[in-house]
């Protein structure tokens, strides 16, 4: 078989076979005559007895149907259902080799990308990886005659039930439970993705892990709930130390959980909780890092790295709600930040004069047009702080940025895909890494990494 030929292999066929690597999805990479098949729980380095469930041109899938030899790095899944949704694809393997893996992932796409001159450190990890989220969507569905709460088996529309999510604060897998059986209770219907009828799509909840705040959204697909007032009494009387509760308002039919038109059943429109210090203030709609433990040290060590003297002029890109722009405003001259979402950037303000701080402000605009506004306009920041999403940064922002030429451009991200293809286009722009490149595990059990990376003019 060679690898554009898949006739070789058919489905339900039982192969024995080395696992040789993971995927960026969590799935063990097993090789016949270099062909790939992608098999959930399979670890490197075992060798599995696995049936062929799907051949496609270019790859196939399977699933375990024996362990001829067992990793070392495995541990026994204690949540078995976290590895088929997807949620947790690593919590089969040992914390220390999850850290590895991590490091070894930002090695290799740095070298598919070119750049070998580069040192990744070994990843910062938590003391403990488990329930550290503080924001959670849940997916609910009718199944077997009742509300049913979990995630999606991985490629399929089945939802498999979860009540234990591992990976969220127990209070808020707690509330989940509780409001889903009070709508239970009142016959609220889940919406329907093929019929397009029901009520009841996610439900979301926040918690603050310094205040204990906790916000609860119920995402529907219409403006109001039958019985609404009898629901609003049975979950305040079930979770007393509420502190909002919202009516989220999504009609539409796509893949975007959460809609714009926020109302409130009860108590406040918003949570707080504290960040380095600072008070911030947590929209239904806004960005807020899950983490806040490794959070802290994310946005810590990002300062750190940067090397502040507190006489320069700081950009915050991305700036969201304003959290990175707000823990270094102590350590600089001034700080700007700039997010497109305007709700952001309205939160940003709040938090702004909820801290007293005089020495930043925030723009409503997209980030890479607002930097070819300020190099036509000859504004040279001393450094700039950027946190894209997933997707990174945009070829306009990073010639924008080698128009503007700051001397320390400070890339956190949550994707090291992205990071490795910026970090080329931004070396070529006069740039350099000029430190070690540094991984969090701001999402132990998965396969997602945060890192900062520093980069710098000149050759010294």
Same mark, same amino acid.
């Given at each position: 078989?060679?690898?554009?030929?898949?006739?070789?292999? !058919?489905?339900?066929?039982?192969?024995?076979?080395?696992?040789?690597?993971?995927?960026?999805?969590?799935? /063990?990479?097993?090789?016949? &005559?270099?062909?790939?098949?992608?098999?959930?729980?399979?670890? *490197?380095?075992?060798?599995?007895?696995?049936?062929?469930?799907?051949?496609?041109?270019?790859?196939?899938?399977?699933?375990?149907?024996?362990?001829?030899?067992?990793?070392?790095?495995?541990?026994?899944?204690?949540? %078995?259902?976290?590895?088929?949704? /997807?949620?947790?694809?690593?919590?089969?393997?040992?914390? %220390?080799?999850?850290?590895?893996?991590?490091?070894?992932?930002?090695?290799?796409?740095?070298?598919?990308?070119?750049?070998?001159?580069?040192?990744?450190?070994?990843?910062?990890?938590?003391?403990?990886?488990?329930?550290?989220?503080?924001?959670?969507?849940?997916?609910?569905?009718?199944q077997n005659g009742k509300l049913v709460t979990g995630f999606y088996?991985?490629?399929?529309?089945?939802?498999?039930?979860?009540?234990?999510?591992?990976?969220?604060?127990?209070?808020?897998?707690?509330?989940?439970?509780?409001?889903?059986?009070?709508?239970?209770?009142?016959?609220?219907?889940?919406?329907?993705?093929?019929?397009?009828?029901?009520?009841?799509?996610?439900?979301?909840?926040?918690?603050?892990?310094?205040?204990?705040?906790?916000?609860? &959204?119920?995402?529907?697909?219409?403006?109001?709930?039958?019985q609404e007032r009898s629901i609003i009494a049975a979950i305040t009387?079930?979770? *007393?130390?509420?502190?909002?509760?919202?009516?989220?308002?999504?009609?539409?039919?796509?893949?975007?959980?959460?809609?714009?038109?926020?109302?409130?059943?009860?108590?406040?429109?918003?949570?707080?909780?504290?960040?380095?210090?600072?008070?911030?203030?947590?929209?239904?709609?806004?960005?807020?890092?899950?983490?806040?433990?490794?959070?802290?040290?994310?946005?810590?060590?990002?300062?750190?790295?940067?090397?502040?003297?507190?006489?320069?002029?700081?950009?915050?890109?991305?700036?969201?709600?304003?959290?990175?722009?707000?823990?270094?405003?102590?350590? !600089?001259?001034?700080?700007?930040?700039?997010?497109?979402?305007?709700?952001?950037?309205?939160?940003?303000?709040?938090?702004?004069?909820?801290?007293?701080?005089?020495?930043?402000?925030?723009?409503?605009?997209?980030? *890479?047009?607002?930097?070819?506004?300020?190099?036509?306009?000859?504004?040279? %920041?001393?450094?700039?702080?950027?946190?894209?999403?997933?997707?990174?940064?945009?070829?306009?922002?990073i010639r924008a940025l080698g128009m503007m030429r700051p001397a320390?451009?400070?890339?956190?991200?949550?994707?090291? &895909?992205?990071?490795?293809?910026?970090?080329?286009?931004?070396?070529?722009?006069?740039?350099?890494?000029?430190?070690?490149?540094?991984?969090?595990?701001?999402? *132990?059990?998965?396969?997602?990494?945060?890192?900062?990376?520093?980069?710098?003019?000149?050759?010294?």
């Amino acid at each position: 078989m060679n690898k554009k030929s898949y006739s070789d292999l !058919v489905k339900n066929q039982e192969l024995i076979a080395d696992v040789v690597d993971l995927t960026y999805e969590g799935l /063990g990479v097993v090789k016949v &005559a270099d062909f790939p098949i992608f098999v959930a729980d399979a670890l *490197p380095g075992e060798v599995i007895k696995l049936s062929v469930t799907r051949v496609l041109n270019s790859y196939a899938f399977g699933r375990v149907i024996d362990r001829i030899k067992v990793s070392a790095d495995r541990v026994t899944i204690k949540h %078995p259902e976290m590895i088929a949704s /997807g949620i947790a694809p690593l919590v089969n393997l040992a914390y %220390p080799a999850q850290l590895v893996f991590k490091q070894k992932q930002i090695q290799q796409l740095f070298h598919k990308a070119g750049i070998d001159d580069v040192e990744i450190l070994p990843t910062l990890g938590m003391a403990d990886p488990t329930h550290y989220r503080n924001k959670t969507v849940i997916p609910v569905k009718f199944q077997n005659g009742k509300l049913v709460t979990g995630f999606y088996r991985r490629g399929s529309h089945k939802l498999v039930p979860i009540n234990d999510y591992y990976l969220n604060d127990p209070k808020i897998d707690a509330a989940v439970g509780t409001v889903r059986d009070v709508l239970n209770d009142f016959h609220i219907t889940a919406y329907d993705e093929i019929t397009r009828q029901g009520l009841l799509r996610y439900i979301l909840v926040r918690r603050g892990y310094h205040t204990g705040q906790m916000m609860i &959204a119920i995402i529907s697909t219409k403006k109001k709930l039958p019985q609404e007032r009898s629901i609003i009494a049975a979950i305040t009387a079930k979770i *007393p130390d509420l502190t909002s509760l919202i009516l989220n308002y999504n009609p539409k039919q796509t893949n975007v959980q959460l809609g714009l038109d926020n109302r409130i059943l009860f108590g406040e429109p918003v949570i707080h909780d504290t960040l380095l210090g600072l008070d911030f203030e947590i929209a239904v709609n806004s960005f807020y890092q899950v983490n806040p433990q490794t959070t802290a040290i994310l946005y810590t060590k990002a300062a750190q790295l940067a090397e502040l003297k507190g006489n320069e002029l700081a950009i915050d890109a991305y700036s969201g709600i304003g959290t990175i722009g707000l823990s270094i405003a102590d350590q !600089v001259k001034k700080v700007i930040g700039v997010e497109v979402v305007k709700s952001a950037v309205d939160d940003a303000q709040k938090n702004l004069l909820a801290n007293h701080i005089q020495n930043a402000e925030f723009i409503a605009e997209d980030a *890479p047009k607002q930097f070819a506004i300020w190099a036509q306009q000859g504004i040279k %920041p001393d450094l700039v702080f950027v946190d894209p999403p997933r997707k990174g940064l945009t070829i306009d922002l990073i010639r924008a940025l080698g128009m503007m030429r700051p001397a320390k451009l400070i890339y956190i991200s949550c994707n090291p &895909a992205t990071l490795a293809r910026d970090a080329v286009l931004i070396k070529s722009e006069g740039y350099r890494i000029a430190k070690p490149v540094l991984p969090i595990d701001q999402f *132990p059990q998965t396969m997602h990494v945060e890192s900062i990376t520093v980069f710098q003019t000149g050759s010294d």
